[in-house]
Structure formats: C-alpha cells, structure tokens
C-alpha cells in the first residue's frame, strides 16, 4: 500500500549557508558601508542586528531572498512583532520551527478528509502519515496541500510504493 509522510523539517546547513551568503552580500551593499550590521545563527534561531529599525527590516529582506536561494520558507519562522531595542543597536531574532505542530496536523488531516480522495491520513508525533491504494490518489494529496493556505512549510519524504 503506497504511503508518503508530511513533515516541516528545515536542514541546519542549508540555513548557515543562507546566513553565510546573506552576510557576504551585506558586506557589499553600499546602503550598509559603515553600519554595524550583521546576522547571527545559534541553533534554528537566526539574530539580525543593524543600527535602525528600517535597516533591521533591510536585513530581513536580504536574508529571506538567501533562504528562498536555499530552498528554505522564510514563512515557517516564528517573529516576534516588535524589534528588540538595546542602546544604539535594534535586533530581530527567526527561530525556525522543526516539525509539525498538532493544530496543523489536523487542519491537514481535516483538509485531506475534506477533499473526498481515498486516502487516510494519521498524525505520527510530529509528521502525518498518509496511506491510500493508488499513487494517483497519494499525488492529488500532494498537489491539494501544496495549493493550500498552510503556513507551514511542508515536505513531503518517504514515499513508499
């Protein structure tokens, strides 16, 4: 019976390489010569410091154009509203989620039940398992949840025939 799993999962190295370009492009942007400007990664989470608030907002432009070069949703990274102020320096700190949280694995499941394809979904911690009698009907799911307004950044692996 072909199975696949949903999982949201983003590769630690892939992200230190878009921290990495982003910095090297932060060196050459003429808009941040003479700025103590620079981004920071610790784990999942990711720190931009500048000196204002607008560069702050620069800094997370120019970091989610080098995710999305890496292939990683700059959307599945929790923000907060506000900047963190400390002297003359502003700060904003990504932290990027690993997993499926379970109010979304059931807005998935829900949404796959929904849709009427002969599938079954089940929540396994956090990824959702997903099993059904015909490929076709494995790849409609695929299709129907990359259409979707999930927020989360899902992958689909596993894919067993």
Same mark, same amino acid.
């Given at each position: 019976?072909?199975?696949?799993?949903?999982?949201?999962?983003?590769?630690?190295?892939?992200?230190?390489?878009?921290?990495?370009?982003?910095?090297?492009?932060?060196?050459?942007?003429?808009?941040?010569?003479?700025? !103590?400007? @620079?981004?920071?990664?610790?784990? =999942?989470?990711? *720190?931009?410091?500048?000196?204002? &608030?607008?560069? /702050?907002?620069?800094?997370?432009?120019?970091?989610?154009?080098?995710?999305?070069?890496?292939?990683?949703?700059?959307?599945?990274?929790?923000?907060?509203?506000?900047? !963190?102020? @400390?002297?003359?320096?502003?700060? =904003?700190?990504? *932290?990027?989620?690993?997993?499926? &949280?379970?109010? /979304?694995?059931?807005?998935?499941?829900?949404?796959?039940?929904?849709?009427?394809?002969?599938?079954?979904?089940?929540?396994?911690?956090?990824?959702?398992?997903?099993?059904?009698?015909?490929?076709?009907?494995?790849?409609?799911?695929?299709?129907?949840?990359?259409?979707?307004?999930?927020?989360?950044?899902?992958?689909?692996?596993?894919?067993?025939?």
């Amino acid at each position: 019976m072909p199975s696949f799993d949903i999982v949201s999962e983003i590769d630690e190295v892939a992200l230190r390489h878009a921290v990495e370009n982003a910095n090297r492009e932060l060196s050459t942007r003429f808009d941040f010569r003479g700025v !103590e400007a @620079s981004i920071a990664q610790n784990g =999942l989470a990711v *720190t931009l410091k500048t000196e204002s &608030d607008f560069q /702050v907002r620069q800094l997370e432009e120019l970091f989610t154009k080098a995710c999305l070069k890496q292939n990683i949703s700059a959307a599945g990274a929790d923000k907060p509203e506000e900047l !963190e102020h @400390s002297g003359k320096t502003f700060s =904003l700190t990504l *932290t990027f989620r690993q997993g499926i &949280d379970q109010p /979304v694995a059931k807005q998935i499941v829900k949404l796959i039940k929904e849709s009427k394809i002969k599938v079954q979904a089940s929540i396994q911690g956090d990824q959702v398992r997903v099993n059904g009698k015909k490929r076709d009907d494995l790849q409609a799911v695929m299709a129907l949840l990359r259409e979707s307004k999930i927020e989360t950044p899902l992958q689909f692996n596993n894919f067993r025939d």
